[in-house]
C-alpha cells in the first residue's frame, strides 16, 4: 500500500491520517518514516528492548513498542508551540537497538555504540526504553558527542542515584551515581524533578546532594507550580548542552500505571508537558522516555502519556533547529486564548524569553 506522507520543506512526515487511516499498517513513532526510508535524519528515535535492570516488576523491555501503538493519534502541528515538528526537521524511527537481555555489561556497550553510529552525522537522538539503565550508555554517547560534560534534567520519582543492588552496579536504580562518577555530568547543571516516595536512607540524599544535584520534588511542583519549576531549572542550566531523561514514573500513577516502581503522589501529564514547554530555546542536545511497562498499563494511558512527553521532546528540537524566535510572539493556542495574562502570567514569557 503507498504511504501517502505529509512532505514539507524537504522533509519526510508522518503518514497522512486523513489518507489513510492512522489504525493501519505497521506503528513507528508518530507514524513518521523509518531511517531507511530517509536520506538523513536530524532527530532519530529509537526503541531499547532492555529491562535486565530492573529491581521490580518487569516489562520496560516492551515499551518502545507500546509508545509507537500510542503515538498513532498524535498529529503534526503542536499548537502549544505554533510549531510542526516534522516540517521544520526530518525525524526519522530506527527501530530498535538488538541488546543483550543476559549480559547487562555487553547491553550498556551496545547501546553507547549505536547511540554514537546513530549520531555520527549529526542527528539528535530521542531514545524509547527500556528501563532506566540504559540512560548511563545513552549520557555517555550525548556527553562524547558534545565534547565535554552535559548538563541534565531527570524527571523521575526516584533519584537513580544508589550505589548497587545486589552487588549489582549497573541497575534502573544507579545510573546517574555511575554518570557522575565517570565525570559526564556537569554537576553544576544537574537536577531531578518530581522526586517523591520513601528512600533506604537520610544518606541517599546526602549523597545525592554531594553529587552537585537539584532537587524540585512533586509536592514542590504542586506547591511552586509550573512556572516556578520553570525559571528555577532554566536558571540552573542556562544555554549548556542538555540531556532530559524522563523517567515515565514521574508521573502519579493515575496518569502511569504502566510502569515498574510505581509511586504515590506524582505529578500530573498536564505538569509535566507544560513543565516541558516551558524550556522552549534551551540546548537539549538528547533525551529519553523510559520505564514504560505495557503490560501494568490500561487502555493505553501511560503510552499515550509517554508519546505526548517524547512528541514535546521532539518539538523543542524541532523549534530550535529554525532561525528567529517566537518568544513572546502570541500564535497558536496562545493567540486565541481568553484570559491569557491569568492563566500564563508574564514571568512565564520573561522565564522562557533567552
Ligand atoms: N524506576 C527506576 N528507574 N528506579 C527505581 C529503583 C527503585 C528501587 O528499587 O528502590
Ligand atoms: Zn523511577
Ligand atoms: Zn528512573
Redesign the pocket.
Known amino acids: 500500500m503507498e504511504e501517502l506522507r505529509i512532505e514539507a520543506n524537504g522533509n519526510l512526515g508522518p503518514i497522512d491520517s486523513s489518507r489513510i487511516p492512522r489504525y493501519a499498517g505497521a506503528a513507528t513513532y508518530a507514524r513518521l518514516p523509518r531511517l531507511d526510508q530517509v536520506a538523513k535524519a536530524d532527530v532519530t528515535v529509537v526503541g531499547v528492548p532492555f529491562d535486565s535492570g530492573?529491581?521490580?516488576r518487569p516489562g520496560a523491555r516492551f515499551g518502545a513498542n507500546h509508545v509507537r501503538e500510542a503515538s498513532r493519534l498524535l498529529r503534526p502541528y503542536n499548537p502549544a508551540w505554533d510549531v510542526s515538528p516534522f516540517e521544520n526537521i526530518q525525524v526519522a524511527d530506527a527501530g530498535d537497538m538488538a541488546v543483550n537481555p543476559f549480559n547487562i555489561n555487553e547491553a550498556i556497550e551496545t547501546i553507547q555504540q549505536n547511540a554514537l553510529d546513530l549520531t555520527a552525522a549529526g542527528s539528535k537522538l530521542l531514545t524509547l526504553g527500556g528501563?532506566?539503565?540504559i540512560a548511563l550508555p545513552l549520557l555517555r554517547a550525548a556527553a562524547e558527542r558534545a565534547g565535554g560534560p552535559i548538563a541534565m534534567l531527570h524527571f523521575?520519582?526516584?533519584l537513580?542515584t544508589?550505589d548497587t543492588?545486589f552487588g549489582a552496579a549497573y541497575?534502573?536504580?544507579t545510573?546517574f551515581r555511575r554518570a557522575v562518577e565517570e565525570g559526564i555530568l556537569d554537576t553544576e547543571a544537574i537536577s531531578h524533578i518530581g522526586t517523591r516516595g520513601p528512600l533506604?536512607g537520610k544518606k541517599d540524599l546526602d549523597d545525592d546532594h554531594r553529587f552537585g544535584f537539584g532537587i524540585v520534588t512533586s509536592a514542590d511542583v504542586y506547591y511552586q507550580g509550573v512556572l516556578e519549576t520553570v525559571a528555577k531549572v532554566r536558571d540552573r542550566i542556562g544555554n549548556r548542552p542538555l540531556y532530559i531523561s524522563v523517567?515515565i514514573?514521574v508521573l502519579d500513577p493515575a496518569h502511569a500505571p504502566g510502569?515498574?516502581?510505581p509511586e504515590a503522589g506524582g505529578i500530573t501529564s498536564r505538569e509535566l508537558l507544560e513543565i516541558i514547554r516551558g524550556f522552549r530555546g534551551m540546548n537539549l542536545v538528547g533525551a529519553d522516555v523510559?520505564?514504560v511497562s505495557p503490560a501494568y498499563d490500561h487502555a493505553e494511558i501511560t503510552g499515550v502519556a509517554a508519546s505526548h512527553v517524547a512528541y514535546e521532546l521532539v518539538t523543542l528540537m524541532a523549534d530550535n533547529a529554525v532561525p528567529g524566535s517566537r518568544f513572546g510572539k502570541e500564535t497558536g493556542y496562545q493567540a486565541q486564548a481568553i484570559g491569557q495574562e491569568a492563566r500564563r502570567p508574564a514571568g512565564f514569557a520573561a522565564a522562557t524569553k533567552e
Do not use: I
Open positions: 530492573v529491581s521490580y528501563d532506566h539503565t523521575d520519582a526516584h537513580d544508589w543492588y541497575t534502573h536504580g545510573p533506604y523517567d514514573d510502569t515498574g516502581t523510559v520505564e
